[in-house]
């Protein structure tokens, strides 16, 4: 499905065995998870990011620890992983034509979304999400 887009330079393909998902990444194996996510995602006011990967994906494994660090980092975000390949059908409905893509989410729709493992633009996309984001008041 698609191809992998890369960003260049910190491209690694040594890395063989990546985690693509640790940390806070919830791993999405069918439609129902996902199903399941995203309103609770909603519930909790979280915006959702959406990373639609694939584990022979160079570009991929290179962003994947990356995307766990970011994960851990900012906790008020759910981040999910997709792997294109076991739901090819779910993936091919969000015309994925590339990977990674990331796609975010606020209350289930589309607010913004990244092709390509370009790191710095994953973070720049990230901060913003999080300075446009009011403070949610901290359940007891």
């Known amino acids: 499905m698609g191809s992998c887009v890369s960003k260049g330079k910190d491209d690694d393909d040594s890395i063989h065995n ?8 919830h791993l999405i194996t069918t439609k129902e998870s996902w199903d399941e996510k995203l309103p609770e995602a909603g519930r909790d006011g979280k915006i959702v990011i959406a990373n639609f990967s694939a584990t022979w994906c160079g570009p991929c494994k290179v ?15 759910m981040f999910l992983l997709v792997d294109v390949d ?29 092709v390509g493992a370009n790191k ?15 403070e949610s008041p901290q359940r007891p």
């Not at 962003?63 to 975000?77: C, G, N, R, T, W």
């Not at 994953?122 to 999080?130: E, G, N």
């Open 86 to 114: 076991e739901l090819s059908d779910f993936s091919s409905s969000w015309d994925i034509k590339a990977t990674p893509t990331f796609f975010f989410l606020k209350n289930g729709q589309q607010i913004g979304k990244l």
């Open 63 to 77: 962003v994947a620890p990356f995307y766990i660090e970011l994960s851990e980092k900012h906790p008020s975000i």
């Open 18 to 25: 990546v985690d693509f998902a640790g940390g806070n990444v």
């Open 120 to 134: 710095p633009e994953l973070q720049k996309k990230v901060t913003s999400i999080i300075d446009s984001v009011p």
